[in-house]
């Protein structure tokens, strides 16, 4: 995976949940195309066509929170979300979404000081976000070795094959 | 070390560890259900190991989406059959087990002081019997499938100190929407909540269940409550495994503890998290005016026969009212089969609501019992998100079960205490 990113923000707010992100309506769609056209749609409508060119999603405290549904962070990654940045994140959705390869930081900070529309550059393993609108620039908390390693290799079962492969 | 840091040690071959350690535990159970499962199964075939790493540890359980409302759902269950057959796994099916949560303690599936991840959120639920357990995601439990470990970061823990004894129809539902109410639904994140106290000392294991699976409703890793005579009550005759030492599984006098909590019970009243936000809590009697159109009494939260007398009692020699569809589930065969025993079934039939078989049912939106737009619904399950139970232009209250059967004979949201001072 690209450790290195630049994309457009969608903001959204506090305490978004994973029934918001993915009501549990779809969890028996298996498809990751399908679960993403219902991404955020109880929030925004549109949210699937908007995100679709590829987009950085910022949300503020304890993002995703709720359901363990993987099928959240799934939804978000087919829908064109490169990652998801936020002051800080449920724990469950924050390990799912590492484990897919969906990257996400947590920086304090990042929900005053970014609006819809900005664009932003993302460094993963330097944890430094730059917003290129603003001309600011931030340090996120850094992601440890360990999950640098999954996202390198683009998720969880990636890396696990890998590792089992180099036995 | 306190109970949470004294098994995360133990799982990972370590001495001691400290809070915000990187640890890499064995697992000692893992559960997956039919929403989460197929996921978790297709991630696993991926991985390239044929067998998981031991069959008498991993359980499915199919819940959700029980029995099967759509061919989608009937396609996922078929995948769960077929993986546990291939892999010779523990599974629960249609009619023989029910919700997960109440199935893993009820079939001896949970041991004091092991490790256990599930892939479903309210996985902490097991806390209540000593035991280290949180919800992962499908991706983590194929991993899990795979090498029969999990890295963990050792959580800080927050004390949650109870006193005193609850009134009449005030309950452990109460307490912990209390807590949470306090606490902010982020207010636990990453976090691990010990839950003690003479209050705790004297709750059955379903009140303890309770408190424990609404822990990740304030964000926390796990719930914990140390184990004693009561959980070995409630283990005897369930599982053949060796218990430990129950000495070994409390916290150290000197424990370490981010913060400790205080809450007195003797004068707390019925709680309500109203729309859309479980921290939204307020005492029911200033909740206001709110008429419903559905009841719900049932979930993992508060499913279990304990919670069904306390309905039943509450609604026995009464009619549901006309504008009110009402629905129990229990929360396990085990359970609905008590409760059919004990007349229960009588007195929720007589009184107009409907029983239904033992699953999630509408606490997900995902199966039975759906609100359309505008409808209100109280309910004793664990979440009152936008869009949680259907429309997302419905509403949705948690309360106890005392307090949703009084709800469902007035037809508006009421203090249990107050419809028996009625009759």
Redesign the interface.
């Known amino acids: 995976m690209n450790m290195k990113i630049k994309g457009k923000v969608i903001k959204f707010g506090?305490?978004i949940?994973t029934?918001?992100i993915l009501?549990?309506?779809y969890?028996?769609?298996?498809d990751p195309y399908e679960l993403a056209k219902h991404a955020l749609e109880?929030l925004d409508p549109a949210f699937p066509e908007k995100a679709k060119k590829g987009v950085i999603l910022v949300g503020g405290?304890?993002f995703g929170?709720?359901?363990?549904?993987?099928?959240a962070p799934l939804a978000l990654k087919y829908t064109g979300v490169k990652c998801v940045l936020a002051e800080?994140f449920?724990?469950?959705f924050f390990?799912?979404a590492i484990?897919?390869g969906l990257p996400v930081i947590e920086c304090k900070g990042i929900s005053d000081a970014v609006e819809t529309g900005d664009e932003l550059s993302v460094d993963f393993e330097a944890g430094k976000i730059e917003n290129i609108s603003r001309g600011k620039s931030f340090q996120a908390n850094k992601l440890?070795p360990?999950i640098l390693e999954i996202l390198s290799d683009g998720?969880?079962?990636e890396n696990?094959?890998r590792r089992?492969?180099k036995k | 070390m306190n109970i949470t840091e004294k098994i995360l040690a133990k799982a990972s071959g370590k001495k001691t560890v400290h809070p915000r350690e990187i640890v890499d535990a064995n697992v000692d159970m893992v559960m997956v259900h039919d929403l989460t499962g197929p996921l978790a199964v297709e991630a696993f075939k991926k991985i390239g190991v044929q067998k998981v790493w031991d069959n008498q540890k991993v359980v499915v359980i199919l819940d959700h989406q029980v029995p099967a409302e759509s061919v989608k759902a009937a396609e996922l269950h078929k995948t769960m059959r077929q993986f546990a057959k291939d892999q010779k796994l523990r599974i629960y099916d249609v009619g023989r087990g029910g919700i997960c949560h109440q199935v893993m303690p009820e079939k001896g599936h949970v041991v004091p002081g092991t490790v256990i991840v599930g892939a479903d959120s309210h996985t902490c639920t097991y806390g209540a019997f000593g035991a280290f357990a949180t919800g992962i995601g499908s991706t983590e439990a194929a991993a899990v499938f795979a090498t029969g470990k999990i890295w963990l970061k050792v959580p800080e823990a927050i004390k949650v100190n109870v006193t005193g004894q609850f009134q009449k129809y005030v309950t452990p539902k109460d307490l912990i929407l209390s807590i949470i109410g306090r606490m902010g639904v982020d207010g636990a994140i990453y976090k691990s909540a010990e839950f003690t106290g003479p209050t705790i000392k004297s709750m059955s294991m379903a009140g303890r269940m309770t408190l424990c699976n609404m822990a990740v409703e304030m964000g926390a890793k796990n719930g914990i409550v140390e184990p004693d005579e009561t959980t070995r009550k409630f283990l005897e005759g369930r599982t053949s495994k060796a218990l430990p030492n129950f000495e070994s599984l409390k916290s150290d006098k000197d424990a370490v503890y981010e913060r400790t909590m205080q809450f007195d019970v003797s004068s707390m009243e019925p709680q309500v998290a109203c729309p859309s936000s479980v921290d939204n809590v307020k005492p029911v009697s200033e909740v206001g005016n709110v008429p419903i159109e559905q009841a719900f009494i049932g979930s993992c939260t508060n499913g279990r026969i304990e919670d069904l007398r306390l309905a039943a009692q509450v609604l026995k020699g009464e009619r549901v009212k006309d504008t009110v569809r009402t629905l129990v589930i229990p929360a396990s065969q085990e359970v609905y089969r008590q409760a059919l025993n004990e007349g229960l079934m009588e007195i929720f039939t007589d009184a107009g609501a409907m029983v239904c078989g033992s699953a999630c049912g509408p606490c997900l939106g995902g199966h039975i019992g759906l609100l359309a737009a505008g409808e209100v619904c109280v309910s004793t399950s664990n979440r009152n998100f936008i869009g949680r139970m259907g429309s997302t232009q419905a509403s949705v209250y948690l309360a106890s079960p005392a307090t949703v059967a009084a709800s469902a004979v007035t037809g508006k949201i009421t203090d249990p205490r107050k419809l028996e001072a009625k009759a």
Do not use: H, T
Not at chain 1, 27 to 30: A, D, K, M
Not at chain 1, 65 to 71: F, K, M
């Open positions: 506090n305490n949940d029934d918001v009501p549990g309506k969890l028996i769609l298996v109880s405290k304890n929170c709720g359901s363990s549904r993987e099928q800080s449920a724990r469950i390990r799912n484990n897919i440890p360990l998720g969880l079962i696990l094959r089992i492969n």
